[in-house]
């Protein structure tokens, strides 16, 4: 809405931790429970064609969804400005994945999941018009 955070001093990682925790505030997170375990599976096929699976599930994410998400994701500028901020696609993907997809570790299946989970915010990171 207009605000300018440059003028209001404040630090990066005040601004990304109050995106973080908006983010895990929402009722659902942003890739939707019901997603999750179809782009686990898609992303097991990642070889070769993966990205080709993976977008299609993606495809399926709600437009309202993809209209909070895609303007997070596509701020490539954070990750190709990388050897000054340190905050590649990998790190920004680390950061972030566990409040995009909030997955209930109440389940080994989730706990094993992690680096997957991590892995397919990262791709989608680096490939965001790819995907949108």
């Not at 709600?62 to 954070?78: E, F, G, I, N, T």
Request: glycine share 4%; hydrophobic share 40%; with cysteine.
């Amino acid at each position: 809405h207009g605000l300018d955070l440059a003028e209001k001093d404040f630090t990066v990682n005040t601004v990304a931790g109050a995106m973080k925790s908006f983010f895990s505030e929402l009722p659902e997170p942003l890739v939707p429970y019901t997603m999750q375990a179809e782009l686990v599976e898609a992303h097991s096929e990642y070889a070769p064609g993966g990205r080709r699976m993976v977008s299609r599930q993606s495809g399926s994410l709600p437009a309202s969804r993809q209209r909070r998400l895609v303007p997070l994701l596509s701020r490539r500028r954070v990750s190709h400005n990388h050897r000054v901020n340190l905050m590649t696609s990998e790190n920004l993907s680390i950061c972030f994945w566990p409040t995009l997809m909030r997955p209930d570790f109440s389940t080994m299946d989730a706990l094993t999941a992690t680096r997957t989970y991590q892995t397919i915010i990262e791709l989608f990171i680096q490939q965001c018009p790819f995907f949108f």
